[in-house]
């Protein structure tokens, strides 16, 4: 099973081209989950004869992996972080491909039910449960909302969440709205790590749609060098820090573009891309710059 604390990779494929890839949350604030997909839906298998290699922190040539959802994975893609929400879980577990398997939840009480099925989902390649923090139908509690800025660890349902999901043999990756990342304090943050929070997954996608791409690295950067500062802190020095765009939120594509390769040049962990439907492999193409 690879390691998903080790979050970007190397993979020579068959064509030669060097191609990395991983995936995200949802969408900000006023954003739902709102794609259904069928537990029925097929993909390809991808699968070299040496199994899938370990995600390395280190890009290594051309691309930061991509995190997308696990029905928008597509073969030229490439090794990827895939993840799936309960209702549409089944399909995940039985995809055969270069991935690494992430389960995306939005309460304590998901997080309570993966780990009563804890033996099942590993065994089916899940390494990591990912807390998707943020309002609206089908989302976050209100009443946990309210705890993402309490110190205690008895509080705070991050915090809660990664001590009983690391307890039971999962990784805990947090995917708060960009306005969360900043307004947390940081001994709210530190909380979350001490739990168990091993890295941190930010949608910026509302951001690169009206704003500059340099301007949007700067808030990226800084966001970044805080959260990898608090980890520090206490103690994580492997702290993983990934940034979601959104496709249909990319109207000004060279501006989306210059974003991505800044991001690469950072470099984060990974590009999460939530999408509306399937995923262009045009768009793909075009932040890798191919």
Request: proline share 6%; charged share 20%; glycine share 6%.
């Amino acid at each position: 099973m690879v390691n998903f604390k080790a979050f970007a990779i190397l993979v020579i494929v068959a064509t030669g081209v060097f191609i990395v890839a991983l995936s995200s949350l949802a969408a900000d604030d006023q954003e739902q989950q709102i794609i259904t997909v069928s537990d029925a839906a097929q993909l390809p298998s991808f699968i070299d004869d040496s199994g899938v290699e370990p995600l390395s922190s280190q890009p290594s040539g051309d691309h930061l992996p991509l995190m997308i959802r696990w029905s928008n994975w597509r073969p030229e893609f490439g090794p990827s972080y895939v993840y799936a929400r309960e209702r549409d879980l089944s399909g995940m577990l039985a995809l055969d491909a270069p991935v690494e398997k992430m389960l995306m939840v939005t309460s304590y009480a998901e997080v309570q039910r993966a780990v009563e099925r804890a033996n099942e989902l590993q065994a089916a390649g899940i390494t990591t449960i990912g807390f998707n923090s943020e309002n609206g139908t089908g989302m976050t509690p209100g009443n946990e909302m309210q705890t993402l800025n309490s110190p205690d660890p008895e509080v705070n349902v991050v915090a809660r969440a990664a001590k009983l999901a690391t307890g039971n043999g999962f990784e805990m990756m947090w995917g708060p709205v960009r306005r969360t990342v900043d307004s947390l304090s940081d001994e709210a943050v530190r909380t979350m790590i001490s739990a168990g929070v091993s890295g941190l997954a930010m949608q910026e996608q509302k951001f690169i749609e009206t704003q500059g791409a340099d301007s949007r690295l700067t808030a990226v950067m800084r966001s970044r060098d805080r959260y990898l500062r608090l980890a520090r802190e206490v103690g994580v020095d492997d702290f993983t820090f990934h940034v979601q765009i959104m496709h249909q939120r990319c109207p000004n594509m060279p501006n989306c573009v210059t974003f991505v390769e800044g991001l690469e040049d950072i470099p984060v962990d990974s590009i999460a891309i939530w999408s509306n439907g399937p995923i262009p492999v045009d768009f793909v193409k075009a932040i890798r710059m191919e």
